[in-house]
Each structure stands twice: as structure tokens, then as C-alpha cells.
Nanobody, 117 residues
Framework: QLQGSGGGLVQAGGSLRLSCAAS????????MGWYQQAPGKQRELVAA???????TYLDSVKGRFTISRDNAKNTVNLQMSSLKPEDTAVYYC?????????????WGQGTQVTVSS
């Protein structure tokens, strides 16, 4: 089970840090990531970090967002800086991959991020 938190209202140019806490170990989860879903739009992957440490980012957030993963603490954080109004969305923490039983996918509840201009 994943629990996302840290959203809120911030002015453009500000920063927020989203946190995702897992009830169990994330060490074996292949990829952990954060998605965003703006009103009327499809959910979109913003940032992901693989178990080996490789990170990927949506082009629009490169240089502004940083994803980090702490397997010892079972947390995944998303540091968001230089926020823009277009970053306004509900953000979801997720974990996914493949194991001996097949594909798996976990989702946390969303946390609202609102960036005012």
C-alpha cells in the first residue's frame, strides 16, 4: 500500500516536496514513480526511478523536479521546484514491475498540487 502526501497550494516559482510512504518494502519493486493528472487530461508519468537508480523525467519537468528513492525507509519523494501553473494536477505515487507471478502495479491516493500565477 502506498500513501502519498505533501501537496498543497503554492505560488508560481515556489517549491513543494511530495512524499510516498509504502507499508511494505519497496526494495523489490522494479520502478517507483509519480504521475500527474490535470483536470480533463489523462494521467501522465512525471518521473520514475528504477531499482538500479536510473531516473526518467517528463520533458516539461526536467531540471525542475527530482525524484528520489530510499529503499531503507520505503519512501519515494518528488522534489518540485520552479513550479508553474501548468504543474497543477493531482499527483499519484505508483510502483510497478514484473516478478515470478507476473506484472504488478500499486497506486497511492492522489495528492493535489495547485500552483497559482
Amino acid at each position: 500500500q502506498l500513501q502519498g502526501s505533501g501537496g498543497g497550494l503554492v505560488q508560481a516559482g515556489g517549491s513543494l516536496r511530495l512524499s510516498c510512504a509504502a507499508s511494505g518494502s519497496i526494495a523489490s519493486i522494479n520502478v517507483m514513480g509519480w504521475y500527474q493528472q490535470a483536470p480533463g487530461k489523462q494521467r501522465e508519468l512525471v518521473a520514475a526511478v528504477a531499482s538500479g537508480g536510473r531516473r526518467t523525467y517528463l520533458d516539461s519537468v526536467k531540471g525542475r523536479f527530482t525524484i528520489s528513492r530510499d529503499n531503507a525507509k520505503n519512501t519515494v519523494n518528488l522534489q518540485m521546484s520552479s513550479l508553474k501553473p501548468e504543474d497543477t494536477a493531482v499527483y499519484y505515487c505508483s510502483g510497478w514491475g514484473t516478478d515470478a507471478e507476473g506484472e504488478y502495479e500499486y497506486w497511492g491516493q492522489g495528492t493535489q498540487v495547485t500552483v497559482s500565477s
